[in-house]
């Protein structure tokens, strides 16, 4: 399975960006579905976004027209640009890489990533 390393998460006011990434060991290239999932204290790991090998994109309703999603393939890379940040989105964020769509909960997983959204 391809090791996945997320970083570009911290601390952030509300109405404010952060993009985080996720770096692969191997090559995402063949991977059919990167995604970018939360869990908040107390709450279920749930999808946030995905993207596919062809370059569709599903989004959870309540971060529509804020994240977007995007792979490199050329890095082995996924971003997670993440605006007008809210203190719901205050969570650990962790990387996907699975063969399912959009949701793989059985695939390799990163060790997250602390979002914090407060003033």
């Known amino acids: 399975q391809v090791q996945l390393v997320e970083s570009g998460g911290g601390l952030v006011q509300p109405g404010g960006s952060l993009r985080l990434s996720c770096a692969a060991s191997?090559?995402?290239?063949?991977?059919?579905?990167m995604g970018w999932y939360r869990q908040a204290p107390g709450e279920l790991r749930v999808l946030v976004a995905a993207?596919?090998?062809?370059?569709?994109?599903w989004y959870r309703d309540s971060v529509k027209g804020r994240f977007t999603i995007s792979r490199d393939n050329g890095k082995n890379t996924v971003y997670l640009q993440m605006n007008s940040l809210k203190p719901e989105d205050t969570a650990v964020y962790y990387c996907?890489?699975?063969?399912?769509?959009?949701?793989?909960?059985?695939?390799?997983w990163g060790q997250g990533t602390q979002v914090t959204v407060s003033s």
């Open positions: 996907n890489a699975g063969n399912s769509w959009p949701t793989n909960y059985s695939g390799s």
């Open positions: 191997g090559s995402i290239f063949s991977i059919d579905t």
């Open positions: 993207i596919g090998i062809g370059g569709n994109t």
